[in-house]
């Protein structure tokens, strides 16, 4: 029966075609509509100020459950691709935390941005705060987190 017909590459599983166009779907749908009201954009970013990490509770303490809104934007943010992602190195437990940004590729070097928090929750809202913009700027919406 003769030759194999040309793979179509825009659906095979391996390139993420299906996956991109459902979270980019899922993205305009249940997360730009939060990031672009502008009081829930407040109240997100006011909710992970207060709470950075999230943290599970003890006996002793209660635990911090986010908002529906807070969880599903930290959500897509987790599933952003490595290649620039930021995230915190510190050599030394006593020593800041500093802003890096990741290379993508086992083996590269990270890129190191100069930038030094001494806790690391102004550091990690920091990240957070970033990465909204750059998910906000993909989408070509610019400068809504100045306004905040």
């Known amino acids: ?23 980019d779907y899922n993205t305009r749908t249940h997360i730009l509509p939060i990031l672009l009201d502008e009081r829930k954009l407040k109240e997100i970013l006011s909710e992970h100020k207060d709470n950075p990490f999230g943290m599970s509770g003890t006996s002793s303490k209660e635990t911090k459950i986010y908002s529906s809104e807070l969880s599903r934007v930290i959500d897509k943010l987790r599933v952003q691709p490595t290649v620039g992602k930021l995230a915190l190195y510190q050599l030394e437990a006593e020593e800041p935390f500093e802003l890096i940004e990741l290379p993508g590729v086992k083996g590269r070097e990270v890129k190191y941005l100069g930038i030094k928090f001494s806790d690391r929750a102004s550091a990690e809202h920091e990240i957070f705060k970033r990465r909204l913009n750059t998910l906000l700027i993909s989408y070509g919406y610019r400068g809504l987190l100045e306004e905040c």
């Open 1 to 23: 029966m003769g030759k194999n017909k040309p793979e179509d590459t825009k659906t095979l599983p391996r390139n993420d075609y299906v996956f991109a166009k459902l979270d």
